[in-house]
């Protein structure tokens, strides 16, 4: 049966509402992100901020595909992981969204919904995952016998890579997010040697961070060879790593989500790497990589069958889902 459903995200900064049809088509995806001056993140701000923004983006996205409350099958909303404040607005706010027009809700977990959005999007059939965006690094795979049933093979011992790059972003004064400023003045910069750091299908960035800003306070080493170096040594860490992942599991398919995806030289890297090895590697587009609605309401449509109103889960785990 042809469905339409909407899914809503607010686990952090953004509150997106997106609109899905049940072969996988992204009817639209309409988002807006809170920002302050110094890059920083007041929870109670954040979630007043969707609170004020819900009705203006739901009406926007309703406009976008061309629908009514009348079409709309269910509400997928993000249920965690994130931030307390943010979580519990977009929860209010479906929830009385829900009610007034007697549609069911679909809690489901943000991370799983950045997975699944690459997958249809790439139509791939069973990849190796690697998720890294600000908070998360993780190399995942699907369970051979339950599809949706996520165990995480390798992962960080300490911060997300995308952490560590809006740290020494900091730093630098780039602002936040810093990531694709240090892209740009990486292509500028020189080797200079930083820790390399890779333990089984596990890898550790802290190390990285700390001795940067070492060289870096002691004008050492410039921002531009800092840069490189930094991206070089990580990137070429989780090269490593999802190698073996792929190697001990057979996978034969790389999918790069979340938001240091956007970057061209990790991209080739992987690229390389699946090449060398006869694998194949793929990415999603930038306006389904970062935080949007329309992943959550394709997770909600798989998961309509066995997740409903479940409240908020803010420390909500990929492989507890
Ligand atoms: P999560 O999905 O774990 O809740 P998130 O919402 O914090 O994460 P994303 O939006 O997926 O994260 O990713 C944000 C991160 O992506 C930031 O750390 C940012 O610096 C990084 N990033 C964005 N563009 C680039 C780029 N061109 N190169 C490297 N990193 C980038
Ligand atoms: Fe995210």
């Known amino acids: 049966m042809h469905m339409i459903f909407i899914g809503v995200e607010s686990t952090a900064h953004t509150f997106g509402v997106g609109v899905m049809n049940s072969q996988g ?11 302050s001056a110094d890059g920083g993140m007041i929870p109670d701000k954040v979630a007043k901020h969707h609170e004020e923004v819900a009705e203006r983006i739901l009406a926007e996205a309703f406009r976008v595909a061309g629908i009514a409350w009348k079409d709309v099958n269910f509400i997928a909303y993000s249920a965690g992981p994130g931030l307390d404040p ?18 069911k809700l679909v809690g489901v977990n943000h991370c799983c919904a950045h997975l699944s959005i690459g997958k249809v999007w790439n139509k791939l059939d069973d990849p190796c995952y690697l998720y ?10 699907e369970e051979r016998l339950s599809e949706g049933k996520y165990q995480i093979i390798g992962e960080t011992l300490d911060i997300g890579l995308g952490n560590m790059l809006d740290k020494f972003g900091r730093i630098l004064g780039l602002g936040f997010p810093a990531g694709a400023k ?61 190698e073996r992942a792929m190697a001990h599991t057979g996978k034969k398919e790389l999918l790069l989500v979340g938001g240091v995806g956007a970057n061209t030289r990790f991209c080739e890297m992987l690229d390389i790497m699946c090449a060398q090895r006869g694998a194949r590697f793929f990415k999603v587009p930038m306006d389904l990589a970062g935080d949007q609605g329309a992943m959550i309401a394709w997770e909600g449509y798989l998961r309509r069958g066995s997740y409903g109103n479940i409240s908020v889960k803010p420390h909500w785990r990929t492989d507890e889902v």
């Open 25 to 35: 088509e992204v009817l639209a995806n309409v988002k807006d992100s809170y920002s």
């Open 86 to 103: 943010a979580l519990w607005a977009g929860y209010r706010i479906v929830s009385a969204w829900a009610s007034t027009e007697g549609k």
């Open 132 to 141: 890294v965006s600000g908070v998360n690094t993780q190399i995942i795979v």
């Open 182 to 242: 240090i892209e740009e003045l990486a292509k500028r910069g020189k080797y200079v040697e930083l820790p390399y750091t890779v333990k089984g299908m596990d890898a550790s960035f802290s190390g990285i961070l700390t001795k940067a800003d070492q060289l870096f306070k002691r004008g050492i080493a410039s921002r531009e060879d800092l840069c490189f170096s930094m991206q070089e040594t990580s990137f070429a860490m989780l090269a490593e790593v999802v």
